[in-house]
């Protein structure tokens, strides 16, 4: 079952919304869509939350597709090695 | 003393070194991630934020300066407060005067006359070894570099400087977080270890390593595997020439040599005086509060602080005081001493002092004259100081000039106190730094004063630039029949006519006569109807010489105009060397040999046609036949081209037919190359579509009534037209063939370029194996530029394809009607003949220059098969190649 969180996520909310999608992550048995058109940078918190929520999904076994990721914030998550942790859609 | 902890510097070499353990190995591993995370956080940074934390974090060094200096000469014992003072100041204040309105995010320099801009790429995670001589201001100004390019820093200080290292650090990192900076930017080790040093310096994510610190530190680094800063020792040398401000030199001498207790590396180590100032110059060190040694005090220095095992300055003397390091040998000096002077006889193991040595001691040398002086101080450069730092005092430029040429050092500061002066900013206009690139000789990678650019890298972004061309021909071309009465108004005083001998019989000469001033003295050349010889050019000169020649007339073919032109070469410019103008080359403008320009005499060259092919009346081009060397000499160069061309179809009136056919598809041949060529533009489009259009019309018309005036005066003018089109976009691989094939079998070359032409079209107007470099075409245009001829002589087809397809079935009717031979075989050249000559064929096509402004580049393979092609002629297998091309 694919789980799109329709809530746009921002550059403020990156950790708060993984801390509450976190809850989903049993119930989304396949696929998980975040949209983060809306994210234009992210800070040492939001990276954090990222890594974090990669393992967890992982554990789960949940294949985490973040939408409309700019090209800024996506360099970060290669320079982290974090993009092969997550699918990419527009 | 401090002998120990020195030594430790001078002598650590961590390569090969045991892992940490495991829980070392973890906390390592965690600053790495720290900082590489930091690193990509930092990179989304605008240059207004960055700018704004370098600012917070200068301030935050200034407030800090006197603090850090003396937490730093407490922990090292090194140096001078005041002057590590000036260091911490000289670290943020200068640094930030030169990095302040640097850009270093983004889009950081635009060369918009060349298309090209520089973007900065960060680095990413930087791991920086710390020197125990300047800690405090080191760390301050990395950490300023290393934010202005958002980069992250790993600091490992020397252990005797941890303390003020990891204090310097916390300065600038509260400051830069406070103002924004990503958590984790720098970090500092503590408690470290050899090992933790090589463990890092091999870390996968750690991007480039900064040593700054002595050769062992600097050799680890540079055996790392890694990109590496690493910059040490020195061994300044300085030549205090006779014509210097003595007074002044002696001064700036002390102040760097004295400047932290002499700790900066660029510091002044051997000073080298002219004979004449020598002993006034060891007064006013005196007068100055220097201690002049005597023979025995430089002896016994010698023993005491260089090592006589290691030849390398001994740790316990490094940035100490020159009265503490007097106490500490035995030697008596006065207690306000600030040097101690020695005099030494020479370079080398054997004169100790004349290695690099960090505190107050300044080796002086006596010299007999500026060459002697200049060999010394190279003799101190390659004793340890290849690529640092040398100094001079003089106010001879010529002097100046021979020691920046001789002397093998980053920085030549003039003038000036070698320490402070190659910090950079202060004395002089060099970057800032702490940090001194050494070049090849101190096995840096690098010979700048360190800065922002060295932790960057730098992207260039190229966009396609608009190639200049050109269109160069004569300024002075006469047309139509009895244009020749033209020569009458061109002076000339002596007048040299060149012809052949068939063209003198038939009276062609005496018509030109006929028009020449009655003030002109004309003499008539007469030189072999054949390719030019070296010989006979040289004969021509000779009478150009002889003659006082202000103008040479060329009436003939190509030959006879091609000798005119090396004729008037050689008399203009009699050194010029017709071998090494020959040489080869890819771009006309960018040639490695240029034709002279400086002529010792001047004559005009007026070149009048026989025939209606060559166009060597308005081409750049001449070609000599060296019978002694059996080889052919190629020149290209617009200074060859005749100053006035005249072309005039009564010449050409009683061509016979083969000659007119041979010369007609000549002309074709040059108009359809140009047409393709990867040098076409549309000046050259123009003539060669003109002259195709006409070759088309006026050919047949020429061969089958030659006395048919107006056919005769349009292919005069088409060959011209045509001419001056390849004389500018040069022209392809069907005269490569031709040039090759003609040679070998004494076939002409208009007839030799015939059996290509339709099969080179054909080549031409399919998909390349190869494509062309050319900065000068956009995307490969040839088949739809055959298209646009087959349009212009209205053959129809509703294709690019079939447009073609018609251009070559026009081309083969033509050759049919000029009755030339369909194949190479029809020739009577025996099938196996060729076959065993192909190799040798296709090699002279694909070494042949013509070739290189072809469309399409020819492989080897493809010049065999279109040999093949040629040999088995048009016709079947010609329809069947058509057939393949428009089915593709």
């Known amino acids: ?90 | 003393m401090i002998a120990s902890e020195v030594q430790q510097e001078r002598t650590q070499v961590p390569s090969g070194a045991q892992p940490p353990n495991d829980e070392r190995t973890a906390y390592l591993d965690r600053l790495v991630d720290q900082a590489r995370a930091a690193a990509a956080l930092f990179s989304q940074f605008t240059q207004h934020e960055v700018d704004r934390i370098v600012t917070s974090m200068v301030l935050a060094g200034l407030d800090q300066a006197f603090r850090l200096a003396s937490l730093a000469v407490e922990e090292t014992k090194l140096g001078v407060l005041e002057d590590k003072v000036i260091k911490n100041m000289v670290a943020t204040e200068f640094v930030y005067n030169y990095v302040k309105d640097k850009r270093t995010v983004g889009i950081i320099r635009e060369f918009p006359e060349r298309n090209l801009v520089e973007v900065a790429e960060p680095i990413g995670v930087i791991f920086s070894l710390l020197p125990i001589t300047n800690p405090t201001s080191t760390v301050l100004f990395k950490c300023i570099m290393a934010v202005k390019t958002r980069n992250a820093v790993i600091f490992s200080p020397h252990p005797k400087a941890q303390t003020c290292c990891a204090e310097a650090v916390k300065v600038m990192y509260d400051a830069a977080v406070a103002n924004g900076a990503p958590d984790g930017i720098f970090s500092c080790l503590q408690s470290h270890t050899l090992r933790d040093n090589d463990y890092l310096m091999r870390h996968q994510d750690v991007a480039l390593i900064d040593a700054t610190g002595g050769p062992g530190l600097v050799k680890a680094a540079h055996s790392s595997g890694k990109p590496a800063l690493g910059v040490g020792a020195g061994n300044t040398p300085v030549y205090l020439e006779k014509s210097a401000d003595l007074s002044a030199a002696i001064v700036d001498i002390i102040i760097s040599k004295t400047f932290d207790n002499g700790t900066i590396c660029a510091s002044e180590q051997t000073v080298v005086i002219d004979d004449e100032i020598y002993d006034a110059a060891l007064a006013k060190f005196a007068d100055l509060g220097a201690h002049v040694c005597s023979a025995s005090e430089t002896e016994l220095l010698s023993r005491t602080v260089i090592n006589p095992s290691t030849g390398f300055m001994q740790p316990m003397a490094i940035g100490q005081k020159a009265t503490t390091i007097a106490r500490f040998i035995g030697m008596s000096v006065k207690p306000k001493t600030k040097l101690l002077v020695a005099p030494i006889q020479g370079v080398g193991p054997e004169h100790p002092l004349s290695v690099e040595k960090l505190f107050p001691v300044l080796a002086v040398y006596r010299a007999r004259s500026v060459q002697e002086a200049l060999r010394v101080c190279v003799s101190v450069n390659h004793t340890g100081g290849l690529g640092h730092t040398a100094v001079i005092f003089s106010r001879n430029d010529e002097v100046i000039r021979k020691f920046s040429e001789v002397i093998n050092a980053g920085r030549i500061i003039v003038n000036s106190p070698g320490s402070v002066g190659a910090l950079g900013a202060v004395y002089n206009d060099l970057v800032p730094t702490f940090s001194f690139g050494c070049g090849t000789g101190g096995g840096n990678s690098t010979s700048d004063n360190v800065n922002i650019y060295h932790y960057l890298n730098i992207k260039r972004v190229a966009r396609r630039t608009q190639a200049h061309m050109w269109f160069r021909i004569p300024n002075q071309i006469y047309f139509n029949m009895n244009a020749v009465e033209n020569v009458r108004q061109f002076s000339s005083r002596s007048t040299i006519i060149v012809t052949n001998p068939v063209l003198e019989r038939m009276g062609h000469v005496d018509v030109v006569r006929r028009y020449l001033s009655a003030e002109t003295h004309a003499h008539l050349l007469v030189i072999p109807d054949a390719e030019p010889e070296s010989r006979a050019v040289l004969e021509g000169v000779e009478k150009l010489n002889f003659y006082n020649a202000d103008q040479i007339i060329a009436l003939g073919g190509g030959s006879v105009i091609d000798a005119a032109k090396i004729m008037k070469l050689k008399y203009q410019s009699p050194d010029a060397d017709l071998e090494q103008l020959a040489a080869p080359f890819l771009d006309l403008r960018k040639r490695v040999v240029d034709f002279p320009i400086n002529k010792i005499k001047q004559a005009r060259l007026i070149a009048i046609p026989t025939t209606s092919g060559t166009g060597s009346e308005v081409t750049p081009f001449a070609v000599l036949t060296d019978k002694d060397r059996g080889r052919k000499i190629t020149l290209a160069d617009y200074s060859l081209t005749p100053d006035v061309a005249i072309v005039d179809p009564q010449f050409v009136m009683s061509m016979p037919k083969g000659l007119t056919a041979d010369t007609g598809i000549d002309c074709l041949t040059h108009a359809l190359e140009a047409v393709v060529s990867n040098y076409a533009s549309p000046y050259t489009d123009a003539n060669a579509m003109q002259a195709i259009r006409m070759v088309f019309k006026y050919l047949p018309i020429a061969y089958e009534d030659p006395k048919n005036e107006e056919a005769r005066c349009m292919m005069h003018n088409a060959a011209c037209i045509s001419a001056m089109a390849f004389a500018n976009a040069s022209v392809g691989v069907n005269h490569a063939l031709a040039h090759a094939f003609g040679a070998r079998f004494g076939v002409a070359h208009g007839r030799a370029n015939a059996l290509m032409l339709p099969h080179v079209i054909a080549y031409n107007a399919g998909v390349p194996t190869k494509f062309m470099p050319s900065p000068y075409t956009q995307g490969y245009v040839a088949h739809k530029k055959y298209a646009a001829v087959a349009d212009l002589l209205e053959l129809g087809g509703g294709t690019v394809e079939e447009k073609v397809a018609n251009l070559i079935a026009a081309t083969e009717q033509l050759l049919q009607t000029l009755e030339f031979p369909r194949s190479i075989a029809d020739l009577g050249i025996p099938k196996d003949e060729f076959g065993r000559v192909l190799p040798e064929l296709s090699k002279a096509a694909y070494d042949d220059p013509s070739g290189r402004s072809n469309p399409r580049m020819p492989l080897i393979s493809e010049l065999v098969d279109l040999l093949r092609k040629a040999y088995e002629g048009r016709g079947a297998a010609q329809q069947k190649e058509i057939a393949q091309l428009i089915t593709a």
């Open chain 1, 1 to 90: 079952m694919t789980i799109a969180v329709l809530r746009k996520v921002d550059n403020e909310s990156v950790a708060s919304i993984l801390r509450e999608v976190e809850k989903s992550l049993k119930r989304a048995q396949g696929e998980l869509v975040i949209d983060f058109s809306s994210v234009a940078r992210l800070d040492g918190v939001a990276l954090s939350s990222l890594a974090e929520f990669a393992s967890k999904a992982d554990t789960a076994s949940v294949k985490v597709i973040l939408r409309g990721v700019n090209v800024d914030v996506f360099k970060v998550l290669v320079l982290m090695k974090l993009n092969s942790r997550f699918s990419f859609v527009n």
